[in-house]
């Protein structure tokens, strides 16, 4: 999995168009002291259990992995032209 020019960026939007995702549908925002790694998680299950991401293989379900994930997820909801994909 390489690191690519904008990751950071990519996963910060993933993560908050998936959390304003999660009170959409119904769950409550997430507290101020709740870690990142936290976070990714519950935003990443959400996301497979409502078949918006394909889950991974239960050996490979780590932070990191979930991060990437993520990331796919928002470059594919992104126009083509958007700046974060170049």
Avoid at 59 to 77: A, V, Y
Wanted: a positive charge; aromatic letters at 6%; one cysteine or more.
């Amino acid at each position: 999995m390489k690191q690519k020019k904008h990751d950071a960026q990519l996963l910060k939007l993933a993560m908050e168009i998936g959390e304003g995702y999660a009170v959409k549908r119904g769950f409550a925002k997430f507290d101020t002291g709740v870690s990142e790694k936290y976070k990714v998680e519950c935003i990443y299950r959400l996301l497979v259990q409502d078949k918006l991401v394909q889950a991974l293989a239960k050996d490979k379900e780590d932070g990191p992995n979930m991060k990437h994930k993520l990331i796919l997820w928002i470059s594919r909801q992104l126009p083509e032209n958007h700046p974060l994909l170049s």
